[in-house]
């Protein structure tokens, strides 16, 4: 499989960053996280998180890269977050989404803990997107409130799940597909870029005819005018594929996998 991928990440209007991203282009292994906690917490949530899953894959073959291994990998950076919070009181409380990508010649596998989003998107048209484990995904699942009023409530940025050190392990929700084309991309973002992109946007400008620089660009160009949040995305579009492997297509599914 050839990709290409382009990356953004940015302050926003905030006074620092505490988004993280890692791409380990020869493993297919691409991570967006977005920090909580404030006093720099969230920084460093989502940067050991990453650390922590690189330094797991470092010799790992990319072909032997299984929902096991990620979710072992994702259960490693909470241990490790839970021993920097034993040594440092003072980080308690700090937390992390996460939305991970791996790719490989026979599927793509993904995995995600918060509101930070992955979207497969072919020509213009989102064939899957992550669902958020927050407050407002659950109102407006359960009826409570309208799709419209989730970007306009006052909870908007309340998660259900995160990767913290607090002794505990989140639950990953976790997708795979066979269904690889070429020119299907790949978003992986936290909430930031959400706040001025939507899916209208995305059906718009995620063509096999877009620049992937001018895609980045554009969407960069977009959230530092609108968005207030911090905001990082990884773009990810296949350019070439194995013939064997458009030969097997299979839709989503949905898998829990527990200890």
Request: with cysteine.
């Amino acid at each position: 499989m050839q990709i290409s991928f382009k990356t953004i990440s940015s302050t926003g209007k905030r006074e620092q960053n505490e988004d993280a991203f890692l791409t380990i282009e020869e493993a297919g292994i691409f991570i967006v996280c977005d920090g909580v906690g404030g006093s720099n917490k969230g920084e460093i949530a989502s940067n050991k998180t990453c650390d922590s899953i690189k330094n797991y894959f470092k010799d790992f073959d990319s072909e032997t890269i299984s929902i096991s291994e990620i979710k072992k990998s994702i259960i490693q950076s909470e241990d490790f977050l839970t021993e920097y919070v034993n040594e440092n009181p003072e980080s308690e409380g700090m937390a992390t989404t996460l939305s991970f990508l791996k790719l490989s010649e026979q599927k793509s596998i993904i995995a995600h803990i918060g509101d930070s989003r992955v979207y497969h998107i072919r020509e213009g048209k989102i064939l899957f997107q992550t669902q958020d484990h927050s407050l407002v995904n659950e109102l407006v699942a359960s009826g409570f409130i309208k799709p419209e009023e989730a970007k306009s409530h006052p909870k908007k940025n309340v998660i259900t799940k995160a990767i913290q050190g607090n002794g505990e392990n989140a639950e990953p929700d976790f997708y795979e597909t066979k269904d690889l084309q070429v020119n299907d991309y790949f978003l992986l973002c936290t909430d930031g870029i959400l706040e001025s992109i939507d899916n209208a946007f995305i059906e718009a400008n995620f063509i096999s005819t877009q620049n992937l620089t001018d895609l980045a660009n554009t969407v960069f160009e977009q959230c530092d005018a609108k968005s207030n949040d911090n905001f990082t995305a990884v773009f990810i579009k296949l350019i070439e594929i194995k013939p064997e492997n458009l030969k097997s297509k299979s839709w989503f599914s949905f898998l829990n996998i527990f200890s």
